[in-house]
């Protein structure tokens, strides 16, 4: 029974260890991609820029939910397009028709990502601030 228990014990540190290390490595991803790329700083002050706002003009949680998630879309398109230049760089030093496409294709994912975080800015926020320069 002791053992039974000590057993089991072992398995969720030894899990909880793989959790924290898993959790580790991705935070170190975003943090790489906030390092080395100049468009991930453009987005996260602009994040910064739109929850600041968000907060002023009293969002509800339905246009939160929008809000946030055009937001970590783009962020997490981001990380991805910088995981395909870097995985790119290494397989393709030289230049190549499937490297260029490749990198095209993410980002072009950015961009898409990035027009939807504007149409939903506009479309929630614009209005509010319409409204709030009218009174
Ligand atoms: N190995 C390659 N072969 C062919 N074309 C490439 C290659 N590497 C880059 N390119 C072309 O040059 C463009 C810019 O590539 P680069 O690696 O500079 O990425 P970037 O989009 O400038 O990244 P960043 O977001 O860091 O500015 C790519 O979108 C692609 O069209």
Redesign the pocket.
Known sequence: MFFAIRLKWERVTVSMKGFVKSFGCALAGILYTLR????MKIHFAAALWVVTVGIFLDLTAAEWTDITLAVFFVLAAECI??AV?AA??LC??????L??AA??CA?GAVLLAAMHALLVAFFILWPKIIRLFQL
């Open positions: 080395t790329q100049r468009n397009n910088t230049e790119v760089n393709s030093p030289h230049r190549h028709h490297a260029k990198k095209d980002a």
